[in-house]
């Protein structure tokens, strides 16, 4: 779970070889597709670096009424740039650093970790990893009225019977 990034367009070879050897080993590696955007005023941004590898799972932000994130970077519509799917980014309340302990904050790196329990509990479930976990994670997100280049597959879906665990 990668919750950090880079505002730039171009996929970093680096990346890729990390995605891919990942991928090879077993490994999932998600991360947030970025808070390049400011949609209300016509900007959709893009999906920076590292999720704009095409072997790392970039992340959308949606909020409580599953609408997009106003910050959430969109798809670019080239190898590489795509979002693949959406997690809870916005007002989510987390850990803090300091006496304050917990804050409610927003983004995709709020996002990004839901994406990622979701995967460890489907690993956990089914015994998938690496790309075949990737594809489980897909085809079980929840559809979305969102195109495809704001939330990728849809929001991520822990398997049933999670919430006991």
Known sequence: SMSLGADVRTV???YVTAGRRALELGSLIVAAAGNNAQRSAGNPGFV???AN???IMAVAAVDSALAIADFSAQALGIEG???DIAGPGVDIYSAWPGEQRYNTISGTSMAT???AGVAALLAESTGLRAQELWDKLLSTSRDIPLPAEDAGAGLAQAPAGAEGQ
Request: hydrophobic share 20%.
């Open 12 to 14: 970093h070879p680096p």
């Open 48 to 50: 920076g670096a590292p």
């Open 53 to 55: 590898s095409p072997y």
């Open 113 to 115: 970790p839901h994406v």
């Open 81 to 83: 740039g795509n979002v």
